[in-house]
């Protein structure tokens, strides 16, 4: 559509997509208007009625013995849920680029520009430096001008101007034989399924410096994406992963990506072994590069309608397919992402109502958003 940036999304009726936290509802007989509402407030009394929930379901845990079994054949689980499945479970994920502007084209550039400009010691020239994407050049605006009283001649400038793109081009990769390795905008995704998060942006994202990865833990939902008729090795590398297993490595080396994606996946994991996923993962961004995330909040809807006898631990429930779930709060969240090493940019909570205007139905939905940054070394500057 003409004049639309990048990450705009459009409904079927060629209105944009909000982003959410826009769209309220003022008026409760307007409730079956749309098919969501956002930020709803709780009353006092819907809070406690659902902590009260929470007790009762998890008041019976699932046996030792039992919890053991769906960690160990945790991947049979999943592969059973794309047998079944396949493709048609899960819609497109076109929502992304409204939340996540960083995975549309250049936009990593203008992020880093506002990055480093928060630090008035800097400027950023533009610069033709990597390939056909446009280069950033980072310098000391104060080394600056204390070198110019000192007459640095052209080459020295010259000399050093090369080595900053290089420096943001690259960022420290030394390995050259992995796949991708040839791309200026590396992404990740973690948990990807049969692809509802890649194929979107791989359709979006036309930039000629992408390269996006995605793992998941079953075998299944891989070749999904590999024969699927939109996957493009020249674009797109996907592979059998375990987040947990801490002796299998990734495909590719430290400081090498741009922005890796956690859409509904962290939840699935025990949470004992959470922070070391994290841990692992945050070795693999570039300094400024980020983690992107979405996934259950505390006490969403989901989380109230398990049956007692379905809690494995404190929020950790297994549903009836085997695959399990943990519900999340800001704080839990916050904590797993600074422990590695990373900075807050967004913790937000969506405590959205959805409509089935059908059914003449709501449905309260908590769901987290996160965006934590790798920070910058003083060196990189």
């Known amino acids: 559509m003409a004049g639309c940036c990048p990450g705009d999304v459009f409904t079927a009726t060629g209105e944009k997509r909000v982003q959410f936290g826009n769209r309220f509802l003022n008026d409760p ?17 819907q809070e406690a009625a659902a902590a009260k929930r929470v007790r009762e379901n998890s008041a019976q845990r699932v046996p030792p013995e ?3 079994e769906f960690e160990v054949n945790a991947h049979e689980y999943w592969n059973n849920f794309y047998k079944i499945h396949e493709n048609g479970f899960f819609k497109d994920r076109h929502w992304l680029f409204t939340e996540f502007p960083e995975l549309t084209p250049h936009q990593n550039q203008n992020d880093l520009k506002t990055l480093l400009l928060k630090d008035n010691d800097h400027e950023i020239i533009e610069n ?3 390939g056909d994407r446009p280069g ?13 009283s000192h007459s640095l001649d052209h080459e020295k400038q010259k000399h050093l101007i090369d080595e900053a793109t290089q ?3 690259h960022l420290d990769i030394n390995t050259d034989d992995f796949p991708g390795s040839s791309a200026t905008y590396r992404i990740l995704e973690v948990g990807c399924g049969v692809g509802n998060t890649v194929f979107p942006i791989l359709h979006t994202n036309n930039d000629p410096g992408l390269f996006v990865y995605c793992c998941d833990f079953s075998s299944i939902a891989i070749e999904l994406v590999q024969t699927n ?6 674009r797109c590398f996907a592979f059998v992963h375990d987040l947990c297993d801490e002796d299998k490595d990734y495909p590719l080396p430290r400081e090498s ?3 890796i994606i956690l859409i509904f996946v962290l939840s699935s994991i025990v949470p004992d072994k959470m922070q070391n996923a994290i841990n692992r993962l945050s070795y693999l961004l570039k300094p400024g590069g980020m983690i992107l995330l979405r996934d259950y909040g505390r006490y969403d ?4 309608r398990f049956k007692t006898g379905r809690c494995l631990s404190e929020n950790f429930y297994v549903r009836g397919d085997g695959t399990r779930v943990y519900f999340f709060t800001q704080d839990e969240l916050d904590t797993l992402f600074t422990t590695a090493g990373l900075e807050k940019v967004q913790n937000m909570v969506d405590h959205r109502l959805q409509v089935n205007r059908g059914k003449q139905l709501t449905m309260y939905r908590v769901w987290i958003q996160c965006k934590y940054r790798k920070p910058f070394s003083p060196n990189t500057s």
């Open 29 to 45: 007989a307007r409730v079956f208007h749309h098919n969501a509402w956002d930020n709803v407030e709780w009353s006092k009394e």
């Open 66 to 68: 039992k919890q053991v």
């Open 128 to 130: 033709k430096g990597c």
């Open 136 to 148: 950033l050049i980072v310098s000391n605006t104060q080394k600056q001008h204390r070198a110019s």
């Open 167 to 169: 420096k943001l081009c």
């Open 229 to 234: 008729s939109e996957y493009d090795p020249s």
């Open 257 to 259: 990506l741009d922005i």
């Open 301 to 304: 809807m989901a989380q109230l």
